[in-house]
């Protein structure tokens, strides 16, 4: 009896610890720290592909740690760091401008590209974050400020121009008002043959 008691008692705190060991299971938590770069929300304006202007691949470096690397424009970049707030450097790159890069050697830290933008995280222990990015757009087709400038001084008239433009027709105005209540041709024809 004393063994079937035992017997029991052992089976009881054998399912004790496992109970216990399930409720404190941590196998869902990854097993490290990470940063993650949403690759469809990225570029969800400018499009992943092979067309001009379209995202074909991406250079993503953490800056506190110069973790880097290159991905297709479908992957998500995933990096692995300490808990604490960081700043990713995105670099994207068209179709033309990757193969103008690889084909020079230029590293793509360095290389021309469709577009660049900064994301921000905040990496918490034992998780992966999500790093905050603004949307890539195409780039930007207006002309140089320089240019800008340059156009718009060509479409206004020279200030002394403008000035003698106003001038000139309060001048008119004026004169043309003044004729206009003296002038022998308005008045009353009776009233001048008396």
Not at 18 to 35: E, F, H, N, V
Request: glycine share 4%; aromatic share 8%.
């Amino acid at each position: 009896m004393l063994r079937v008691w035992c017997t029991a008692l052992f089976a009881a705190a054998i399912a004790s610890a496992a109970a216990c060991a399930t409720a404190t299971d941590t196998s869902t938590l990854p097993k490290y720290t990470g940063i993650r770069i949403d690759a469809t929300q990225l570029f969800s304006v400018v499009g992943c592909g092979k067309r001009d202007g379209q995202a074909y691949k991406y250079y993503a470096k953490v800056n506190e740690t110069n973790q880097s690397g290159v991905f297709d424009c479908y992957a998500d970049a995933v990096f692995q760091v300490a808990a604490g707030n960081y700043t990713i450097s995105i670099r994207t790159f068209d179709e033309l401008h990757w193969d103008v890069a690889t084909s020079t050697g230029v590293p793509p830290e360095f290389a021309d590209t469709l577009v660049t933008t900064a994301c921000t995280a905040v990496a918490w222990d034992r998780a992966i974050t999500t790093a905050h990015c603004p949307t890539a757009s195409a780039p930007d087709a207006s002309p140089p400020s320089d240019a800008a400038s340059d156009a718009t001084a060509d479409a206004l008239p020279p200030a002394d121009a403008t000035a003698d433009a106003t001038t000139d027709a309060t001048t008119d105005a004026t004169t043309d008002a003044t004729a206009d209540a003296f002038s022998p041709a308005d008045a009353d024809p009776d009233a001048t043959a008396d």
